[in-house]
């Protein structure tokens, strides 16, 4: 998965972007890209946003290219990320230390056993039980994961689909006022080290998230992963960075202060 960045110190010094420094960067486990321009320039750029939402992305990345069975293992991935996570803001929310949950949540390293704790924990929280997914999608999702088999478009698709319906509700809640602090402090402190690594060379650093299919946009009522994959089709990173690379000088002598001035 590949995500647009730009060099952060040419846009201090300048004042507007340097469009020679445009790059479609991979976004690595920890989403932080180092990211060096064609000035010598070093910014550190930062996704500021949960696993979950990230492997979600990664996930129709995967689709769209025609590899369905990573498309599918990404996204199941999402899932289970997307259960650790409501699990620490339900607990941080109630005063238990971040350390803490992190001891007892490596103590239980089964999926299993992580769902069964995701379950009570969602039961607890919401009085219902947790709609996990249908049957017969968590009986191909393991034929996939554990057995090796290859799905078509349609049955990735029509997974990431009931992958993303369950999580839809777990996502909501999350925003809601007795979760979003905590929400939010969270996802600060994903990029923390990293940000304060960089500091203490001086490095400059930009913070950002990208659109994935886990992240609700204001007013989303629904999440449709056929849509979302049709909208990714007409938006390809390397194909806009080639593009700007193309008129990259000529934008560049745009926007000199001479020119401006």
């Known amino acids: 998965m590949r995500t647009m960045t730009v060099c952060m110190e040419c846009q201090e010094i300048n004042g507007f972007p340097n469009f020679e420094s445009v790059q479609a960067t991979i976004v690595p486990d920890n989403g932080a890209m ?36 990573e498309g599918v293992v990404s996204f199941a991935s999402a899932l289970e990320s997307l259960y650790r996570f409501y699990v620490k803001v339900i607990l941080l929310t109630n005063g238990v230390d971040s350390k803490e949950f992190e001891k007892s949540w490596s103590a239980i390293n089964l999926s299993e056993r992580q769902f069964g704790a995701f379950s009570i924990a969602y039961l607890i929280e919401t009085g219902v039980a947790y709609k996990n997914l249908p049957a017969d999608q968590v009986k191909f999702r393991n034929k996939v994961v554990h057995n090796g088999q290859i799905p078509s478009l349609d049955e990735a698709i029509q997974y990431c689909q ?39 060379i001086g490095m400059r650093i930009s913070a950002g998230g990208i659109l994935t299919p886990l992240s609700l946009r204001p007013g ?18 390397e194909n806009v960075v080639a593009e700007i690379a193309t008129h990259a000088t000529a934008l560049n002598s745009l926007l000199t202060p001479e020119t401006r001035d």
């Open 34 to 69: 180092h990211i060096s321009c064609n000035k010598g320039h070093t910014t550190l750029h930062v996704l500021t946003q949960p696993k979950h939402e990230l492997l979600s992305e990664l996930s129709i990345c995967a689709i769209k290219d025609g590899y369905y069975r």
């Open 162 to 200: 009931s992958a993303a319906t369950c999580a839809l509700p777990i996502i909501k809640q999350l925003e809601s006022d007795k979760y979003i602090k905590t929400k939010t402090d969270i996802i600060s402190s994903i990029s923390a080290s990293a940000r304060n690594k960089a500091e203490s």
């Open 220 to 237: 989303q009522s629904e999440i449709n992963i056929a849509n979302y994959l049709e909208e990714h089709k007409n938006w390809n990173v």
